[in-house]
């Protein structure tokens, strides 16, 4: 809504003197004008609205306009029965598709289920089924929105990259339950404003193709032609795999601080367990109580932290995580083991 102010009659008529009046808004039937918050954003509540649509007895105008209660937030007005029959479908939902529990908490569901219920407002009861999109158009409206996003993010890297104030960083990992392998390249750069931002620029499957320097290198290659981002000026962080260092010979290459860190870590704990003999039967005690419990019955669910059996890329993040187990759940493992007689 706006107001028009008359110090200029020509900017009256440009429309270039209006000033905009927000948190208004007016009945579809009778025109009345309500405001519904203050200036600085503080609600004033939606009773007098609704109370409006309840005794309004102005003429309908026709216009396709949404009513007041479709548009504000009402309380929950919904019965216990009804209530009890959205647990059931939840349940439902679950056991039926095989989903976690957690699922029904998740933020994506139910930003679905609110535009629905959104949907349901303005339109009316319809059949779900026949809005609702499957995999394949949603697997194309992915693709749509990916290529699109990665055309506004070179756009936003195009002055970046001509300040030399983008930097990489790139891994190598494989998936833990299908065992695919895969190369992520991301991005860092720090604004005009001198903030600091930060996205994935892609994610690409290996496939079956091996793992050499050749094959990493145009790889990344590839990625970086995509958003004009030059290869030998950028520099760009990764570990020390003798495949990607050699990927990376024409580059400029940075040796990532955490992996060296745990390459520090990892080379102080063997030299402890060669040189006291003490730390070896620690961690090799530690193994096996992990070992034991794990195969145990009844155990694990008696524990405040459950015993981790390792398996981390990397041996010492296995054993620190394994001991820190056992210390958070010492107590209970002495009088479990005890009653067993272990």
């Keep these: 809504m706006f107001e028009k102010r008359s110090e200029d009659n020509e900017d009256e008529a440009s429309g270039e003197n209006l000033v905009e009046l927000t948190y208004l808004c007016a009945c579809n039937r009778c ?42 937030q009402q309380k929950s007005a ?22 976690s529990f957690r699922s029904v908490e998740h933020a994506g569901l139910r930003d679905l289920l609110q535009t629905f219920a959104d949907l349901g407002a303005k339109y009316g009861k319809f059949d779900v089924k026949e809005v609702i999109f499957g995999r394949n158009v949603v697997t194309r409206e992915t ?5 699109e996003l990665k055309a506004r993010l070179k756009e936003v890297l195009t002055s970046p990259v001509a300040d030399n104030t983008v ?17 992520d390249v991301h991005a860092t750069w720090v604004t005009t404003e001198f903030t600091m931002q930060h996205t994935a620029l892609a994610v690409r499957h290996f496939g079956t193709a091996a793992h050499t320097a050749d094959n990493i290198a145009a790889t990344i290659s590839s990625i970086l032609v995509e958003y004009g981002i030059p290869e030998d000026t950028t520099p760009v962080t990764t ?95 002495v009088s479990i083991l005890t009653t067993r007689g272990k």
Aim: charged fraction near 30%; proline fraction near 2%; glycine fraction near 6%.
């Design 167 to 183: 930097a990489l960083c790139l891994d190598l990992y494989t998936d833990d339950y299908r065992k695919k392998a895969y190369l």
């Design 143 to 147: 693709m749509r929105m990916s290529t």
């Design 239 to 333: 570990d020390h795999g003798a495949n990607v260092v050699a990927a990376l010979r024409n580059s400029i290459r940075l040796d990532c601080m955490c992996h060296r860190l745990h390459t520090v870590l990892e080379s102080a704990w063997r030299e402890t367990k060669s040189a006291d003999p003490d730390a070896s039967s620690y961690e090799t005690a530690v193994s096996d109580l992990c070992r034991y419990v794990k195969q145990a019955t009844g155990i694990q669910e008696q524990l405040p932290k459950s015993l981790k059996h390792g398996g981390d890329t990397r041996p010492w993040t296995s054993m620190y995580r394994r001991a820190d187990a056992v210390e958070a759940s010492y107590e209970q493992l």
């Design 78 to 99: 919904i019965s216990g029965r009804d209530l009890a029959d959205v647990k059931r479908k939840e349940v439902a939902y679950c056991i039926d598709g095989y989903q």
């Design 31 to 72: 025109c009345r004008v309500y405001r519904y918050k203050s200036s600085d954003g503080r609600s004033f509540g939606t009773k007098n609205l609704l109370e409006h649509v309840r005794q309004c007895k102005g003429a309908n105008t026709g216009v396709g306009q949404l009513k007041l209660v479709q548009c504000l």
